[in-house]
């Protein structure tokens, strides 16, 4: 069956711009992840959604990262007046029911890099 | 907090010899823990898990690990290198629940020398 698919694989903005990524996760996952991938931070877990919430945005790095999922299925990760810091792999897995034990399934990612 | 410290940025082995990646966790709670693997310009790929029961776990491509309570490890181990197994591969703990996502060493660069 598809696996969790991501788009754009590769985005390259200036520094200022709003970019978009977006996440497709597995069909029937409830639980959807987020996480930054790079060389300076490793990976970096940011949000969780359980359906189409989100109990905890703390992970999120700043105001300027958010994130929506809409229909229990795709989700958005918007970061607006982009740095050179974004610059990183964004990384989006699902899991069936989102508990401790689930296993995660990722995407292949979304390369950001801001100019 | 939980953290993973996964020792050596770089392990490199020759084809066939044993390959062991260490790992170690804080964990205030009994900790879930996985191993995950990244070929290049891919997603991550489980390749085991630990969550209760037997302490040796044995996953794909012929890999094992065993959670260790007393040490506070899981370092994964294959018995033969193969060249395929160049990868970069990641130790991750879940212990407050899924909703805090997995928590990651910085990983192990695998190199399989021929």
């Known amino acids: 069956g598809a696996g969790v698919s991501q788009s754009p694989s590769n985005k390259v903005t200036e520094k200022g711009k709003d970019v978009e990524l977006r996440c497709d996760p597995i069909s029937g996952h409830t639980a959807l992840y987020w996480y930054r991938q790079s060389l300076g931070q490793g990976l970096e877990f940011l949000i969780y959604?359980?359906?189409?919430?989100?109990?905890?945005k703390s992970g999120l790095p700043s105001d300027r990262f958010s994130a929506e999922r809409t229909g229990g299925s795709v989700s958005t990760l918007t970061i607006q007046r982009t740095q050179q810091e974004d610059s990183a792999v964004y990384l989006c897995?699902?899991?069936?029911?989102?508990?401790?034990?689930?296993?995660?399934?990722f995407g292949p990612g979304t390369r950001l890099t801001v100019l | 907090a939980q953290s993973v410290t996964q020792l050596g940025s770089h392990v490199s082995v020759s084809e066939g010899a044993l390959v062991l990646l260490r790992c170690n966790y804080s964990?205030?709670?009994?900790?879930?823990l996985f191993w995950y693997v990244q070929y290049p310009n891919q997603g991550l790929q489980l390749l085991l898990k630990y969550t209760t029961g037997a302490t040796l776990v044995k996953g794909i491509n012929g890999f094992e690990a065993e959670f260790k309570k007393s040490e506070t490890s899981f370092h994964l181990t294959k018995p033969s290198a193969h060249m395929s197994d160049a990868a970069e591969y990641f130790c991750a703990v879940s212990d407050k629940g899924g909703a805090d996502g997995l928590t990651f060493g910085k990983g192990t660069h695998l190199i399989i020398q021929p």
């Open positions: 959604f359980q359906g189409n919430s989100a109990p905890d």
């Open positions: 897995a699902s899991s069936v029911s989102g508990t401790s034990t689930d296993t995660q399934y």
């Open positions: 964990s205030s709670v009994p900790p879930y």
